[in-house]
């Protein structure tokens, strides 16, 4: 069992930055592969970045990519995403995944969930 909780969110104006942090419990962390997804209101939920179990690779939607980064400390069992110009369509709630592989674009692959952090950008 891996429980995950969100921070970070907040308001800011299009153009600035926020980082999310996604905290999980347990000392499995490192042997999973976890995940940013963000749902907007009435829209589906969708991927946003992905990371495999060590880090050495990531994945991101086209929509975030050059803006956004996604990393990883086991050690501090914690995964970030770092965005930059931050952009009013990216106003959603971003949740954080974790599955037992290397990282996925599919929502169906994550295993665990965290509740969510909204992220609101003004124009």
């Known amino acids: 069992q891996v429980q995950l909780v969100e921070s970070g969110g907040g308001l800011v104006q299009a153009g600035g930055s926020l980082r999310l942090s996604c905290t999980a419990s347990?000392?499995?962390?490192?042997?999973?592969?976890m995940g940013w997804f963000r749902q907007a209101p009435g829209k589906e939920r969708e991927f946003v970045a992905a990371?495999?179990?060590?880090?050495?690779?990531?994945y991101y939607a086209d929509s975030v990519k050059g803006r956004f980064t996604i990393s990883r400390d086991n050690a501090k069992n914690t995964m970030y995403l770092q965005m930059n110009s931050l952009k009013p369509e990216d106003t959603a709630v971003y949740y954080c995944?974790?599955?037992?592989?290397?990282?996925?674009?599919?929502?169906?692959?994550?295993?665990?969930w965290g509740q969510g952090t909204q992220v609101t950008v003004s124009s």
């Open positions: 995944a974790a599955e037992r592989g290397y990282g996925s674009r599919s929502k169906n692959e994550y295993d665990y």
């Open positions: 347990g000392r499995t962390f490192s042997r999973y592969g």
């Open positions: 990371i495999s179990w060590s880090g050495g690779s990531t």
